[in-house]
Antibody, heavy 120, light 112 residues
Framework: QVQLVQSAAEVKKPGSSVKVSCKASGGTLKSYSFSWVRQAPGQGLEWMGRIIPITATTNYAQMFQGRVTMTADKSTNTVYVELFSLTSQDTAMYFC?????????????WGQGTLVTVSS | DIVMTQSPVSLPVTPGEPASISCRSSQSLLHSNGNNYLDWYLQKPGQSPQLLISLASSRASGVPDRFSGSGSGTDFTLTISRVEAEDIGIYYCMQALQTPLTFGGGTKVEIK
C-alpha cells in the first residue's frame, strides 16, 4: 500500500487551468493504477478518470473528455491531473487514489485532497 | 454508465445498536469470475475516503469485524453489527466493474 501526498490548495480564475500532483511513496508507479475523484462542497464523490502508468493508459469520464489530462512521471513517482477551461463548477476537493494492479479498481490508499477554488 | 443508488440518505444510529445501508446497481456487478465488483468506502468528517469492503464482502486490512458486506448481482448491503461513535461519517458504495467508475450518493450516519 503506497502513501499518497498531494499538492497544496489552489485558487484559479475562470477560464484558466490547474495541475494537481500526487506523489507516491512506499511503492513504484508501475505496480498501481491511479484514479482522480473530486468532491464539490457538500456533495458526493465523482470519478474523473484513471491512469495506469505502466502502460500509459488513461480512461476519462465522459463529462471531462477534452478538458482533462492525467499523466505520470515515473522518475519522481508522481501522477498529475490537469483540468482546463475552469469554471466555478470545478470548485471542489480533488483526491487521488491508488489501486494495486491485481486489485482492479479497488482503491485502498487515498491522498489527503487538494482544494481547488475557481473564482474571479 | 452504471447507476448506483443508496438508501437511506441519512441514518441516525444509537451506539451499540446495529445499522445497515442498502446499495443497488442498475446493472449486475457479478463478473464471470464469480466476484461482485462492489466496494464500500467511509468518509469520516474532514477526511479522505477510506476503503472498508471490497468485492462486496471482503473487509479491507485493519477494518473492524463489526463491519460486514453482503449481496450479489444488483443488491448489496453494508451492516455494522454494533455501531460505535467513531463510525460516524458518510458511507459510499462504488461499482468497480467497469469504467466509468460510479459511486452511490452516500449515506450519512450520525449518532442519535
Amino acid at each position: 500500500q503506497v502513501q499518497l501526498v498531494q499538492s497544496a490548495a489552489e485558487v484559479k480564475k475562470p477560464g484558466s487551468s490547474v495541475k494537481v500532483s500526487c506523489k507516491a511513496s512506499g511503492g513504484t508507479l508501475k505496480s498501481y493504477s491511479f484514479s482522480w475523484v473530486r468532491q464539490a462542497p457538500g456533495q458526493g464523490l465523482e470519478w474523473m478518470g484513471r491512469i495506469i502508468p505502466i502502460t500509459a493508459t488513461t480512461n476519462y469520464a465522459q463529462m471531462f473528455q477534452g478538458r482533462v489530462t492525467m499523466t505520470a512521471d515515473k522518475s519522481t513517482n508522481t501522477v498529475y491531473v490537469e483540468l482546463f477551461s475552469l469554471t466555478s463548477q470545478d470548485t471542489a476537493m480533488y483526491f487521488c487514489a491508488s489501486a494495486a494492479l491485481q486489485d482492479g479498481n479497488t482503491y485502498d490508499s487515498w491522498g489527503q485532497g487538494t482544494l481547488v477554488t475557481v473564482s474571479s | 454508465d452504471i447507476v448506483m443508488t443508496q438508501s437511506p440518505v441519512s441514518l441516525p444510529v444509537t451506539p451499540g445498536e446495529p445499522a445497515s445501508i442498502s446499495c443497488r446497481s442498475s446493472q449486475s456487478l457479478l463478473h464471470s469470475n464469480g466476484n461482485n465488483y462492489l466496494d464500500w468506502y467511509l468518509q469520516k468528517p474532514g477526511q479522505s475516503p477510506q476503503l472498508l469492503i471490497s468485492l462486496a464482502s471482503s473487509r479491507a486490512s485493519g477494518v473492524p469485524d463489526r463491519f460486514s458486506g453482503s449481496g450479489s448481482g444488483t443488491d448489496f448491503t453494508l451492516t455494522i453489527s454494533r455501531v460505535e461513535a467513531e463510525d460516524i461519517g458518510i458511507y459510499y458504495c462504488m461499482q468497480a466493474l467497469q469504467t466509468p467508475l460510479t459511486f452511490g450518493g452516500g449515506t450519512k450516519v450520525e449518532i442519535k
